[in-house]
């Protein structure tokens, strides 16, 4: 298994271009997750998904959008790149069944918007 | 809403020194989870522990303990003897627990505390 992929590793964007950071688990999970991370706020969740079709916003929303066609991709939109959006990304996945276990995280996107 | 806080900033050490890194949390829900993650220079975000709120035990893993007091709302983290390799920023987390016993895993995390061991 490859758990968690991110692409791409490291992106440089100019103020008001659009990308697509990509995240993919191959673990059958249910549940996948945004997070940033910012200096000296520790990681804040962006949006989440509980199943494909499903989406809901986490505390940061603004300036994102995501969609989940499917159990195994869940993509992070940015439309039009702002500087307050350079950060480090990180996507996760875990299965719902049960008690919840190991949050995995993948190995993130650092972003920098001129 | 949730809140978690690391009160430490930043912490240095020497090596073989015992190091504790605090965490308080706040949140209204009666059950809940509580995680410590590393995340070494590398950037990865590396899973430490689970603590579910309604086992205050301790434990003990290695090196590595924690002292959860659901009465201070802490959940603190002690590396004994520190390494060089213990070097890392360190991130305290908590999730709710929903109806059912599950959870979503939505994490609420500290600001993280930098850690630096020097040899």
């Known amino acids: 298994n490859a758990g968690v992929t991110q692409t791409p590793k490291f992106q440089v964007l100019k103020t008001g271009q659009s990308m697509t950071l990509q995240c993919a688990q191959d673990?059958?999970?249910?549940?996948m997750s945004w997070y940033r991370q910012d200096p000296g706020m520790g990681l804040r969740l962006i949006h989440y998904?509980?199943?494909?079709?499903?989406?809901d916003q986490g505390e940061v929303p603004n300036g994102y959008n995501v969609s989940r066609s499917t159990t195994e991709d869940f993509p992070l939109r940015l439309l039009s790149a702002a500087p307050s959006q350079t950060s480090v990304y990180f996507c996760?996945?875990?299965?719902?069944?049960?008690?919840?276990?190991?949050?995995?995280f993948g190995p993130g996107t650092r972003l920098t918007v001129l | 809403a949730q809140k978690v806080t690391q009160a430490q900033t930043e912490i240095s050490v020497v090596e073989k020194e015992d190091v504790t890194l605090d965490c308080v949390y706040e949140?209204?829900?009666?059950?809940?989870?509580l995680f410590w993650y590393k995340q070494p220079p590398s950037g990865e975000l590396v899973f430490l522990i689970r603590?579910?709120?309604?086992?205050?035990q301790n434990e003990i893993s290695g090196r590595y303990s924690w002292n959860f007091q659901k009465s201070t709302s802490s959940f603190n983290f002690t590396i004994t003897a520190s390494q060089v390799v213990d070097s890392a920023v360190y991130f305290c987390?908590?999730?709710?627990?929903?109806?059912?016993?599950?959870?979503?895993?939505?994490?609420?995390f500290g600001q993280g505390t930098i850690l630096t061991v020097h040899p």
């Open positions: 996760a996945s875990r299965g719902l069944a049960g008690v919840l276990g190991e949050q995995f």
């Open positions: 673990m059958n999970h249910e549940y």
């Open positions: 998904s509980v199943g494909a079709g499903i989406t």
């Open positions: 949140t209204r829900d009666t059950t809940y989870y």
């Open positions: 603590r579910n709120s309604f086992d205050e």
């Open positions: 987390a908590l999730s709710e627990i929903y109806a059912g016993g599950t959870s979503y895993g939505k994490l609420t």
